[in-house]
């Protein structure tokens, strides 16, 4: 079965400081990989997707994200971060392929606090 | 913004009660689904759909039903509410083969007292 682990249940950073929020995934072949952002009471947006192709995506608000196979990886990350940034993050991993109906699995999400 | 809503947004209601939670988009999307949020959990898949009467059982479906009788409403039903399942509930849809991004609804707050 298809998992997805987000190491860091809370990160705090400063403005202005970089980001790198890790998820990792568990798939027997290539997912489709996702971000999503949550702020407080609010539903999800999608900040960027992976499903094929170059493995650095870019997505809106100036995140991006890494697909490593190898390690199983897709790591969300910002050069600099804006007070705007804080909220919840959740990765998401769907199968490529087949009748999956586009069932997406969760992570257990990052709450992203930003210090003034 | 993709065009869902939720009804209602917030619901208190009574152990043993039955509770309906309505999804409503105006996208004409195919896919169709239902998470709860909790926690330490992300979001948890409870039922999906492929199309109009075309439901299936996600990873935590016991305890709940649902209902799709038309493209642009997918109902949720708690049979008999417990208090396990007060939560936040995300309504989502995808268009196409369902294998590209899903776009959630604002969520409905359900306690269970």
């Known amino acids: 079965a298809q998992s997805v682990t987000q190491p860091d249940i809370h990160i705090t950073v400063s403005e202005g400081a970089s980001l790198e929020l890790r998820c990792n995934y568990s798939?027997?072949?290539?997912?489709?990989l996702f971000w999503y952002v949550q702020s407080p009471g609010q539903g999800l947006q999608l900040l960027l997707k992976?499903?094929?192709?170059?493995?650095l995506v870019q997505g809106i608000k100036g995140f991006e994200a890494e697909f490593k196979r190898s390690q199983s990886s897709f790591n969300l990350r910002k050069p600099s971060v804006h007070w705007s940034d804080a909220a919840e993050y959740f990765c998401?991993?769907?199968?490529?392929?087949?009748?999956?109906?586009?069932?997406?699995?969760f992570g257990q999400g990052t709450i992203l606090t930003v210090h003034p | 913004d993709a065009g869902i809503t939720q009804s209602p947004r917030h619901k208190v209601t009574e152990t043993g009660t039955p509770v309906t939670l309505r999804c409503h988009q105006t996208?004409?999307?195919?896919?169709m689904y239902w998470y709860r949020q909790d926690p330490g959990h992300g979001l948890r898949l409870i039922h999906y759909?492929?199309?109009?009467?075309?439901?299936d059982k996600g990873e935590v479906s016991d305890g709940y039903s649902v209902s799709r009788s038309k493209t642009e409403d997918f109902l949720l039903t708690l049979e008999s509410a417990t208090s396990s399942q007060t939560s936040v509930y995300f309504c989502?849809?995808?268009?196409?083969?369902?294998?590209?991004?899903?776009?959630f609804g604002p969520g409905t707050r359900l306690t269970v007292l």
């Open positions: 798939y027997g072949a290539t997912p489709y």
């Open positions: 992976y499903f094929s192709g170059d493995t």
């Open positions: 996208e004409n999307h195919r896919y």
């Open positions: 989502a849809i995808s268009e196409g083969t369902g294998l590209g991004e899903q776009f």
């Open positions: 998401a991993v769907g199968p490529a392929g087949g009748t999956s109906y586009g069932k997406l699995t």
């Open positions: 759909s492929y199309g109009v009467k075309d439901t």
